[in-house]
């Protein structure tokens, strides 16, 4: 991957938190996904203390991290696009429970970064690829 902006590098952190969040608490083993990938990703480590934290500060401030992707899709380059739903999936698949509402998160996400059903679909079966 190119170098990342610092905004990118966030964006790609919370979508993961926000899909491990979406069921409820962020379990171990989606934590320890987030910081694996996101040390690839970005280069630097994350603390789990912030990947546990982080989804109370989402709520606290009223934000909802779909409406920002929605409203910097056309800042983020394909490339992170791609990245910020491919960690969001792989985090989807890491605890192997995937329930209603992280599967609805992750069909916002999709919805709100603008990507196509086929182009969708592509990245997905990837990932699989990768964890099998």
């Given at each position: 991957?190119?170098?990342?902006?610092?905004?990118?590098?966030?964006?790609i952190l919370q979508a993961m938190v926000s899909m491990a969040a979406a069921d409820g608490e962020v379990d171990a083993r989606e934590a320890a996904t987030?910081?694996?990938?996101?040390?690839?990703?970005?280069?630097?480590?994350?603390?789990?203390?912030?990947?546990?934290?982080?989804?109370?500060?989402?709520?606290?401030?009223?934000?909802?991290?779909?409406?920002?992707?929605?409203?910097?899709?056309?800042?983020?380059?394909?490339?992170?696009?791609?990245?910020?739903?491919?960690?969001?999936?792989?985090?989807?698949?890491?605890?192997?429970?995937?329930?209603?509402?992280?599967?609805?998160?992750?069909?916002?996400?999709?919805?709100?970064?603008?990507?196509?059903?086929?182009?969708?679909?592509?990245?997905?079966?990837?990932?699989?690829?990768?964890?099998?």
């Amino acid at each position: 991957m190119t170098r990342i902006e610092r905004r990118e590098r966030t964006c790609i952190l919370q979508a993961m938190v926000s899909m491990a969040a979406a069921d409820g608490e962020v379990d171990a083993r989606e934590a320890a996904t987030i910081r694996k990938l996101y040390i690839q990703i970005a280069g630097e480590a994350v603390s789990a203390d912030e990947i546990t934290r982080a989804p109370a500060g989402y709520r606290a401030r009223g934000l909802t991290f779909v409406g920002k992707l929605a409203r910097e899709r056309h800042r983020l380059s394909r490339e992170v696009r791609e990245t910020i739903l491919r960690g969001a999936y792989m985090v989807l698949l890491a605890d192997g429970r995937v329930g209603a509402r992280a599967r609805n998160r992750l069909i916002e996400f999709v919805n709100a970064l603008n990507i196509s059903e086929i182009h969708r679909g592509v990245i997905f079966e990837d990932v699989e690829r990768t964890l099998h």
